[in-house]
């Protein structure tokens, strides 16, 4: 435990007597107190390069110095670490003073995560064509694990795309827009689009594994003209299902 | 529990293969006759992992965990374990290791590994945690010597009596970082070459090498302490304390490690050539010389 502070925490207190070599070995415990610190906080910033442009990297470090203060991995697979990094980073900047802040860095994370899934072969639409429609409302669907949907209140993919392509401008003007993100990545490439709300609705349900027919009825509360049919249709033409759990189809496929 | 041993012998030292490297390895298929991973850089990422099973058809490859912690007071995590099980189950490695250390506390994961104390107590825990992992992997685990910069005045024995004792009492086998010996050597004020006299021969089933890099120390003015950094060349004394582990072992997998400021491919498999110019020349006879009168 005292180990565990004097790393984390950098407070060596009643410890230093225990340890041996050199002439100062307290200060020999500084070495891993630094490469803890050094080593996450370089994969934050692995991890946010979009984010460390729109703040600045000074800025940037600051905060991730604090988070891996507060927040010490839960698992050795560095890959997984900073999940809750947005969250914090907006909190501590104070949320008033970068509003979108938030949105982009959690969209900057679901980019990285995405971009290392993998696609699975996809169903094609013949797989469908024996299911009674009935039967087809009652199905949940798989979907790629490569998959999010992610609703903002500021464009925060005009403002990554900025970023991606190099092409921010001097001065930039950011007004609030509802925005309804898909993003879509496997082995190292990504897609990012935006979707009607309706739309936005219906595949996120479905990703949760609601059946078509309960992700039909809420996209039809957001939006009275969806039409489920072309939107499965286009799921399936998408690349995106594959799999089904079908009640009445002993499960699933 | 004695575990059947692999003895598995490569025709050359291998590479650490880092997540830089891994799309060019697939790519080029450079000649190298292993590789070694991490198994913590892949579990968490199927892209790289798809890949690795690609690169498995071509190299042996040794699973080397940084994140089993057997020195750890509260247990091993069996989440991470049956993970790295799962990644071992598939790739069919060749050498499964992991580290003389601990790097767990209460469900926080320290990205390091600590130090521990050598004792009694220490030594029951850590032997108890080295069979439950070699148990769930169903494979021989080695156990790598720790890179020190500091001891515990509480240690009762000195960490080659430790390991010494941990082989005695679990059959488990030693992986050798001939850097670390010498970097502990230097920070902890002992002698490098006693310290590979005194390993157990037969307990010894990889040699890993790896560059660190020399820091003032700051409570000694003049005085260098060296950090474990993998992230230099290996050093030129590193390089005879390597030709003395080679006489004494004899042929052994040797691994290059470089973690940081990762240079090119082609850097690390030169100093895998030069690992491999050194443990021929050390394994070659050397003529006796004529004694005149």
Redesign the interface.
Known sequence: ?R??RA??DGNTTGIA?????????G???A??QR??RS??VAAIRTKFPATAWLLGTPVLDEAAQEFVRRH?????????YAEEFPGFLSTYLGAARVPYLCSFAELEWHLGRL????DQPALALDAFSTFEIRTLMDTSLTLQ?GLRYLRASWPVDDLMKLYLTDTAPAEYRLAPTDVWLEVRG???EFHLDRLDAAEFIFRQAVLERQSIGAAAERALDAGTGFDVGRAFTTLVRSGYVIGTTSPDRGGQA | MTMSSNRWVPKGAGVGLRLPHLAEVVATRPSVPWLEIHP??F??????T?LLFEVRRDYPISVHS???SVGSVGGI?HV?LRRVRTLVDIVDPVLVSGHLAW??????????L?PLPYDEETLRLVAAHIEEVQDSLGRPYLLENPS????????TMSELDFLCELVRRTGCRLLCDVSNVYLSAH???YDPWRYIDGLPVAAIGELHLGGFTPEE????PG?E?L?DTHAARIAEPVWQLYAHAVRRFGAKPTLIEWDNDIPSFAALLAEARRADEVAARALTPQPRRAVAG
């Open positions: 435990m180990i565990r790393v984390v007597f225990l340890l041996i070599g050199g002439r100062d070995p200060q020999r415990l070495i891993h490469h803890y080593s996450l010490p991995p839960s698992t050795p697979c560095i890959a997984e971009t290392i899934a993998i694990s496997s082995r190292g | 913590e850089n579990l968490a990422n199927p892209h790289a798809e940084v994140g089993v995590d991470h790097s767990t506390h209460d469900g926080e994961y320290l990205n390091d600590l020190s910069y500091f001891g515990f005045d509480t240690s920070n902890m004020g120390d700051e409570a000694e005085a302490i950090i």
